[in-house]
Nanobody, 122 residues
């Protein structure tokens, strides 16, 4: 089974940027749609962005449109989440996940990473 490892989280001031990376453990990565989710303390896990196998279709949550960019490099076996103009309300643990198709519901994602903490200070 594919395993996912996120990296790139950290502490940043409001208005700053971070880039998260997610590296699956198997070369079958290119057969999966990939998504990013986040979970803040005391809140449910929420959808952030998703991208199809080829990168031809992308969905974003309204809260991150225009600020976050999801991309993937199948040759490098990596999916990215570029986060710009970060706000304190973006503070959360960010997870990447793999699914058979482009969906926004977490329940359709069968493989999850361990998460990486993003903290945005005001």
């Amino acid at each position: 089974q594919v395993q996912l490892v996120e990296s790139g989280g950290g502490l940043v001031q409001a208005g700053g940027s971070l880039r998260l990376s997610c590296a699956p453990s198997k070369r079958t990565f290119s057969t999966y749609a990939m998504g990013w989710f986040r979970q803040a303390p005391g809140k449910e896990r929420e959808f952030v962005a998703a991208i199809t196998r080829t990168g031809g279709r992308i969905n974003y949550a309204d809260s991150v449109k225009g600020r976050f960019t999801i991309s993937r490099d199948n040759a490098e076996n990596t999916v990215y989440l570029q986060m710009n103009s970060l706000k304190p309300e973006d503070t959360a643990v960010y997870y990447c996940a793999a699914a058979n198709t482009l969906v926004v519901m977490a329940s359709f994602y069968s493989v999850w990473g361990q998460g990486t903490q993003v903290t945005v200070s005001s």
